[in-house]
Structures are given as C-alpha cells and as structure tokens.
C-alpha cells in the first residue's frame, strides 16, 4: 500500500513575484516510549503501530493498491486534512507484544460547517477510520462535534480524543460549548465511546 498526499496549489503574488506553491507535509513523533524497559519501543512513532502526518493545504490522500495497481481518493471531494495516522513498518512493542495495526485514521474539515464560504479550521474537525485498502469504515467522534486533541493511554492501548459539542447546531466552535472526551480502542477501532 502507498499513500500519495494531495496538496491545494496556490498562487502567490508578492512585491511584483509570481509563482505557483503547494502544500506540504511533517511528520508527529514521539520522543519518549512509555517504560521501554517494560517492553514498550514505539521507535519514536506518535503511538505504537501508527505514524502520524500533518500538512498545510493537504487536501486528499489517494490510496495505491501496489498489488492490484489499483488507487482510490480517500475522501470524495476536497477536504482540510489536520491529521493522517497510517500503520508504521517498524516493528513496534506494547508490553512485549508486536503492534500491527490494519487501518488508516484522519482528522479532516470536510464541510463549510460555519457557512462563511470556505472550508478551513474554523469549521468543525472530523474523524474518521479508514479499512487498510483505503474505503471508508465509519465516523469515529459523532458528527456534531469537532475534535479538539487527542492523548495516547499505553497502559490500555486506547486513544482519548477531546472533542466540543456544537450545542446549538450553528456549525461553529465557541468557548461555551462543552468539551466532552471519547476513548477508541486502537487494537480494534470503533465509534468512540464517550467517557466525559
């Protein structure tokens, strides 16, 4: 499988210059591992069995089938991609257990959600799991809320995502609406389960 980022060309006109540029693209890491000692080595991954890429203009990702010779868009039209996390081929640990994981997760503005005519970070933020070959599963945090963070929990392998509830449906963030925290279990991903 090979993920191919796709990045909204601009065009950028400054003090009499031309010229055209694209996005790009960084990676998350994680400098530590939880108690490597105790047979945790993440191999400075964001989390166990998952790398994490972020991007400025990111738009879609296409997935190759390397096998097949066969591609796929990841979204339908263009989205605002925050974050990709895609299996990593280190070989990683939890508690001296191999960590494979088998799907693609992404955080993504998909929708002028506030109706002020663009798609950007001031919509509500997404996300979403993908199965291995690169087609939708399901919305991981319910729709009417935008994700805020996440932390990584190694002792239970979970993912706690902090997402605010648009309460009153008007598709913005504001600083009164309540932040609630979901947790997906990363050993088989799900619908998020609210805990707060």
């Given at each position: 499988h090979r993920l191919i980022p796709i990045y909204k060309l601009n065009f950028r006109e400054k003090r009499g210059e031309k010229g055209y540029f694209t996005g790009s693209n960084a990676f998350h890491s994680s400098y530590r591992n939880h108690r490597e000692s105790e047979g945790n080595n993440w191999n400075r991954n964001y989390m166990p069995g998952l790398e994490a890429m972020y991007g400025y203009n990111l738009i879609n990702v296409r997935h190759f089938d390397v096998t097949t010779n066969e591609s796929t868009l990841f979204f339908e039209n263009p989205v605002l991609i925050k974050t990709l996390y895609y299996p990593t081929l280190s070989k990683d640990t939890l508690n001296h257990q191999p960590i494979s994981r088998n799907y693609y997760m992404i955080s993504a503005y998909n929708e002028d959600s506030n109706k002020d005519g663009y798609i950007n970070s001031d919509d509500l933020r997404r996300?979403?799991?993908?199965?291995?070959?690169?087609?939708?599963?399901?919305?991981?945090?319910?729709?009417?809320?935008?994700?805020?963070?996440?932390?990584?929990?190694?002792?239970?392998?979970?993912?706690?995502?902090?997402?605010?509830?648009?309460?009153?449906?008007?598709?913005?963030?504001?600083?009164?609406?309540?932040?609630?925290?979901?947790?997906?279990?990363?050993?088989?991903?799900?619908?998020?389960?609210?805990?707060?």
């Open positions: 996300f979403y799991l993908f199965n291995i070959d690169g087609t939708f599963k399901s919305l991981l945090i319910p729709e009417n809320y935008s994700v805020r963070s996440s932390q990584y929990d190694p002792e239970n392998d979970y993912m706690y995502v902090y997402a605010v509830l648009d309460e009153n449906g008007n598709g913005q963030l504001e600083e009164k609406e309540a932040v609630h925290v979901f947790w997906i279990n990363l050993a088989t991903p799900a619908k998020g389960t609210r805990l707060y």
